[in-house]
């Protein structure tokens, strides 16, 4: 069985949604980023000055250009952070492949093999005639059987060889890994709820700007981190709430329009209100960032919702499960919802699909925020690596099941082991191209590595 974490939905940061939407969520979104992609940066996020007050506005009247760290998609800057998120993809991958190796040793199945990562072996040791291993590339991980071992020592025709089981059993070991990552992902939701809280968002007006990048038409023009957009070019913006118009998108629109053109932002900033006067540079290097397409305009700001939020946890133990449940189902919904979106507009995802360092990348950012974030990223990736398991490709958990699927149409007799071994083949080959393929991507688009070219 393997795990595969070469292709994360582009859209599964989108499942963190407004309050009442339906299906109901009781979780804040993170915010969207003017830069780079909003798909990777709703999971992207320190906690903003404004969470530390009843209004936003900071005691702070200097008006003078920030040069702020950047710190754009994948900035690796702390050990810490990127060790936190390594942990939780290993513990995923971990969950998952127990899941599929319980399955087989609860039944009394044959098993020689429990990876994590593909490639050269890190480290190993063996215990019940099962070798245990830690290998190179982080992009999954197997659980090994002997049935077509040419080393191993068990007869071809033993009842305990998972070829040799019948389909219920070999189903159920099969579909244990994403069984094992679903239940992985409602026990993180539930201990979320219970140990830190229910996070409350209470919406405000306007759209905060939580980082400037340094030389930026923003930094150049006087915005500075903490500031409050309250309208733009006399628009006043809104306060963010469900099903109405996103205002981060409102903002971001102006902006992308006005390459070279002065934009009047009114800004909230330390309890007063200021005019400032912002001219966007205009991008002609087509980097497919927010706000970067050829011509448009950019001010090099990260954008996000003007919200506070509060952390309230549960009356009982009934309102935990209550709570936990509607979340793990919206959740859910939202996560094949948008791997659906990802396959029915996959030439404008496409280039959004994560690999192994984007994730982390994310996930580091996600654990320098808050506990909360790294609770619900988490849980994504958990759902995401089920949904995506379950697809019925070559190499993944679906394809072995969609294989099952055929021999039961056939009344039980087999494809060829030629034919499904050419299958599955092709299947891991394409996986890991493409594995690298995203690997070396993700790994151009993170912010030092563009510094250094």
Same mark, same amino acid.
């Given at each position: 069985?393997?795990?595969?974490?070469?292709?994360?939905?582009?859209?599964?940061?989108?499942?963190?949604?407004?309050?009442?939407?339906?299906?109901?969520? &009781?979780?804040?979104?993170?915010? $969207?980023?003017?830069?780079?992609?909003?798909?990777?940066?709703?999971? +992207?996020?320190?906690?903003?000055?404004?969470?530390?007050?009843?209004?936003? +506005?900071?005691?702070?009247?200097?008006?003078?250009?920030? %040069?702020?760290?950047?710190?754009?998609?994948?900035?690796?800057?702390? %050990?810490?952070?990127? @060790?936190?998120?390594?942990?939780?993809?290993?513990?995923?991958? /971990?969950?998952?492949?127990?899941? +599929?190796?319980?399955?087989?040793?609860?039944?009394?199945? +044959? /098993?020689?093999?429990?990876? /994590?990562?593909?490639?050269?072996? &890190?480290?190993?040791?063996?215990?019940?005639?099962?070798?245990?291993?830690?290998?190179?590339?982080?992009?999954?991980?197997?659980?090994?059987?002997? *049935?077509? *071992?040419?080393?191993?020592?068990?007869?071809?025709?033993?009842?305990?060889?998972?070829?040799?089981?019948?389909?219920?059993?070999?189903? &159920?070991?099969?579909?244990?890994?994403?069984?094992?990552?679903?239940?992985?992902?409602?026990?993180?939701?539930?201990?979320?709820?219970? !140990?830190?809280?229910?996070?409350?968002?209470?919406?405000? $007006?306007?759209?905060?700007?939580?980082?400037?990048?340094? !030389?930026? %038409?923003?930094?150049?023009?006087?915005?500075?981190?903490?500031?409050?957009?309250?309208?733009?070019?006399?628009?006043?913006?809104?306060?963010?709430?469900?099903?109405?118009?996103?205002?981060?998108?409102?903002?971001?629109?102006?902006?992308?329009?006005?390459?070279?053109?002065?934009?009047?932002?009114?800004?909230?900033?330390?309890?007063? #209100?200021? @005019?400032?006067?912002?001219? $966007? #540079?205009?991008?002609?290097?087509?980097?497919?960032?927010?706000?970067?397409?050829?011509?448009?305009?950019?001010?090099?700001?990260?954008?996000? $919702?003007?919200?506070?939020?509060?952390?309230?946890?549960?009356?009982?133990?009934?309102?935990?499960?209550?709570?936990?449940?509607?979340?793990?189902?919206?959740?859910?919904?939202?996560?094949?919802?948008?791997?659906?979106?990802?396959?029915?507009?996959?030439?404008?995802?496409?280039?959004?699909?994560?690999?192994?360092?984007?994730?982390?990348?994310?996930?580091?950012?996600?654990?320098?925020?808050?506990?909360?974030? @790294?609770?619900?990223? %988490?849980? =994504?990736?958990?759902?995401?690596?089920?949904?995506?398991?379950?697809?019925?490709?070559?190499?993944?958990?679906?394809?072995? @099941?969609?294989? =099952?699927?055929?021999?039961?149409?056939?009344?039980?007799?087999?494809?060829?082991?030629?034919?499904?071994?050419?299958?599955?083949?092709?299947?891991?080959?394409? /996986?890991?191209?493409?594995?690298?393929?995203?690997?070396?991507? *993700?790994?151009?688009?993170?912010? !030092?590595?563009?510094?250094?070219?």
């Amino acid at each position: 069985m393997l795990t595969h974490l070469s292709l994360l939905s582009p859209s599964s940061s989108s499942t963190i949604r407004l309050h009442n939407t339906k299906p109901k969520s &009781l979780f804040h979104p993170f915010p $969207p980023s003017s830069y780079p992609s909003s798909n990777l940066t709703f999971l +992207h996020r320190k906690p903003y000055p404004h969470e530390k007050t009843t209004y936003p +506005h900071t005691k702070n009247n200097t008006f003078k250009p920030s %040069a702020l760290a950047d710190f754009g998609f994948g900035n690796f800057e702390s %050990a810490q952070s990127v @060790l936190e998120a390594v942990s939780v993809l290993t513990a995923i991958i /971990v969950v998952h492949e127990s899941g +599929h190796f319980l399955a087989a040793y609860l039944q009394g199945i +044959h /098993v020689s093999k429990f990876a /994590v990562g593909f490639g050269p072996i &890190l480290a190993k040791f063996n215990a019940n005639n099962v070798e245990y291993s830690l290998r190179a590339f982080p992009l999954g991980g197997f659980v090994g059987f002997p *049935d077509n *071992d040419p080393d191993s020592d068990i007869p071809v025709d033993d009842k305990n060889l998972l070829k040799n089981r019948p389909i219920v059993d070999r189903v &159920l070991v099969i579909s244990a890994g994403v069984i094992a990552n679903i239940v992985f992902a409602y026990v993180i939701i539930f201990a979320q709820i219970v !140990f830190v809280g229910m996070p409350i968002q209470e919406s405000f $007006p306007g759209v905060v700007v939580p980082e400037v990048r340094p !030389f930026s %038409a923003a930094s150049r023009d006087g915005l500075l981190p903490g500031d409050v957009i309250l309208s733009v070019n006399d628009v006043e913006i809104p306060k963010t709430v469900p099903n109405s118009v996103n205002s981060v998108s409102q903002v971001v629109d102006v902006i992308k329009k006005s390459p070279k053109s002065s934009v009047l932002f009114k800004v909230g900033r330390g309890g007063e #209100d200021f @005019l400032i006067k912002v001219t $966007p #540079d205009q991008n002609l290097d087509g980097s497919g960032r927010i706000g970067n397409l050829d011509g448009s305009g950019r001010i090099g700001v990260q954008l996000a $919702p003007n919200v506070k939020i509060l952390n309230e946890k549960p009356k009982d133990v009934l309102e935990a499960f209550s709570f936990t449940g509607r979340e793990f189902w919206g959740l859910t919904f939202n996560v094949v919802d948008s791997l659906k979106q990802t396959f029915l507009k996959f030439s404008q995802t496409a280039s959004k699909v994560w690999g192994p360092v984007a994730i982390i990348a994310v996930g580091a950012e996600v654990a320098k925020s808050n506990i909360n974030g @790294l609770y619900q990223f %988490a849980a =994504i990736l958990n759902l995401n690596l089920a949904v995506i398991n379950l697809l019925p490709l070559p190499a993944l958990d679906g394809g072995s @099941l969609a294989l =099952i699927l055929v021999e039961a149409i056939r009344g039980g007799r087999k494809l060829p082991l030629e034919v499904e071994q050419g299958i599955m083949s092709s299947g891991i080959t394409l /996986v890991f191209v493409l594995g690298i393929f995203l690997i070396i991507r *993700d790994t151009l688009n993170l912010d !030092f590595i563009k510094d250094l070219l």
